[in-house]
């Protein structure tokens, strides 16, 4: 199957950059979920806490991190900001990071917040489960089918979306980079949330990913061997 699209999101629950091509290693797609907003507890803060995150545009520079908040501010953080170590909690799983106070960030997101950088030697980034997940646009167009209306793959946040329908499998091998299937993607209401905006919706479409698709989309995937990935290649199903 032909790769469509590649996205990471280097801000954990804030916007996609859309990729041409990309590095994978062991935490996934190189720059994705390398950061996040977290509370002071270390708790990382989510969209389904704060559906606003969707709106923070981020741009990887050569030396740091700039945010665009919704257009109205932006920020800029260099990597030698992030002073602070801090263990950051992801659904439980403890995960280092040093961080920096988010400033007026904190102001547009309604709570006392902080960046963090992940530490370049943590064994997972700050994704929620395994650190690729993979959708489909078959996967996509069945969904629809059954909505009042279409939605776009963006609710479902994926690394890697490939062309047309996959039917079981256990490993996608590409030229480089080999992915194994962990488990499918179980979904809450971030699906209900307007990427672009960060309005909720309404219950759709979770309410017919329960009723329908026992509530998942997507498959997440480990990677079984790095390389790297491009848009237009074809991965092989086994």
């Known amino acids: 199957m032909r790769i469509a ?18 590095a994978v290693g ?6 994705d979920r390398r950061f996040a907003f977290v509370h002071p507890d270390g708790l990382a803060l989510t969209q389904r806490e704060q559906p606003l995150l969707a709106t923070v545009r981020p741009t990887l520079e050569a030396d740091g991190l700039r945010l665009d908040f919704g257009g109205l501010l932006e920020l800029d953080f260099t990597f030698s900001d992030f002073e602070q170590a801090i263990t950051v909690d ?3 799983n403890r995960i280092p990071g040093r961080a920096v106070d988010a400033g007026p960030g904190a102001e547009y997101l309604g709570a006392p917040l902080r960046l963090v950088l992940l530490e370049p030697a943590a064994s997972r980034s700050f994704a929620d489960a395994r650190p690729v997940l993979v959708t489909t646009s078959g996967m996509l167009a069945d969904l629809n089918a059954r909505l009042p209306g279409p939605i776009g793959m963006e609710r479902f946040r994926p690394n890697v979306v490939l062309e047309g ?46 009723a329908a698709f026992n509530g998942e989309f997507g498959i997440y995937c480990s990677v079984a061997r790095g ?12």
């Open 5 to 22: 699209a590649l996205h990471v999101y280097p801000v954990k629950g804030c916007r996609a950059l859309n990729l041409q091509e990309s």
């Open 26 to 31: 062991p935490l996934g797609l190189e720059h």
């Open 90 to 92: 992801v659904w439980g």
């Open 165 to 210: 329908t996959l039917a079981a499998w256990s490993r996608l091998h590409g030229a480089q980079v080999e992915l194994e299937r962990a488990k499918p993607c179980g979904r809450c209401e971030v699906t209900t949330i307007d990427q672009a905006s960060g309005a909720r919706t309404g219950d759709e479409p979770l309410r017919t990913l329960h």
């Open 227 to 238: 390389g790297r990935l491009r848009t237009g290649e074809s991965l092989r199903a086994a």
